[in-house]
C-alpha cells in the first residue's frame, strides 16, 4: 500500500501539479470531453494556472506525495457559482494521478478540503462534476454531497460543457473510512 504524505502547495508544484490534472483528464474525460477540449489541457496550462493561485495564495491548496513523485491534489475556495452565498465554498479542483486512484487518496485530499473549508468559516462546500463522470458523481455522493441534476455550464477551450453541481452543508458532510466496493 502507498504511504502518502501530505503537504500544503507551494511555488514549484506548477509543473507536477499540471502534469498530474492532464493525465487524469484524459484518463477520466474520454469519451466525454471532445477529444479537443482534452487536447486543450495541457500540463503547461495548468501549471501556469496553478502557480498564479500559489501566488496569490486566495485558495487552499495541498498536494499528496509518494516520495518525490506528486500523486494527487485538491484546491478549495469561495464559490465561484454565480450569486453563492458568502458562506459557501467549494472544492474548486480535485485531481489523482491515475495510478494513484481508487486507493483511498481521493477520500484524504477531500477531507483536508473539508477541514479547510470550515476553517475559513464556510458552511456548505459544493463542487462541479463534468456531466457524465459518474465515478466522481458516485464519488461526491458517497461523502454526502447531493446535486439536484441540472446541468451548468461551464466554458474551457471555447466549450461549453455541462456540470451538475454537488453541494452540502460541511457539518453533515463524511469521508468514509473504507473505499467503495466495485
Known amino acids: 500500500m502507498t504511504e502518502w504524505q501530505m503537504r500544503p502547495g507551494r511555488e514549484g508544484d506548477g509543473a507536477a501539479i499540471g502534469g498530474v490534472q492532464t493525465r487524469s483528464w484524459r484518463a477520466a ?3 466525454i470531453m471532445p477529444p479537443a477540449a482534452l487536447e486543450a489541457m495541457t500540463p503547461e496550462l495548468s501549471a501556469r494556472s496553478f502557480e498564479r493561485g500559489v501566488a496569490e495564495g486566495v485558495d487552499s491548496l495541498w498536494v499528496a506525495t509518494a516520495g518525490e513523485e506528486l500523486c494527487g491534489f485538491v484546491r ?3 464559490s465561484r457559482a454565480q450569486g453563492a452565498a458568502a458562506d459557501v465554498g467549494e472544492v474548486l479542483s480535485l485531481y489523482l494521478d491515475p ?3 481508487r486507493k483511498g487518496l481521493g477520500r484524504r485530499l477531500i477531507q483536508r478540503a473539508f477541514e479547510d473549508l470550515a476553517a475559513g468559516g464556510f458552511r456548505e462546500a459544493s463542487c462541479f462534476v463534468l456531466a457524465g463522470n459518474e465515478a466522481a458523481a458516485r464519488f461526491y455522493a458517497r461523502v454526502g454531497m ?3 441534476g441540472r446541468p451548468h455550464p461551464l466554458s474551457f477551450a471555447g466549450l461549453e460543457l455541462p456540470h ?4 452540502g452543508e460541511l457539518s453533515e458532510l463524511r469521508v468514509p473510512a473504507e473505499p467503495e466496493r466495485r
Open 99 to 101: 495510478d494513484h486512484q
Open 164 to 167: 451538475l453541481r454537488f453541494e
Open 76 to 78: 478549495s475556495g469561495p
Open 29 to 31: 474525460y474520454a469519451g
Open 146 to 148: 447531493s446535486t439536484d
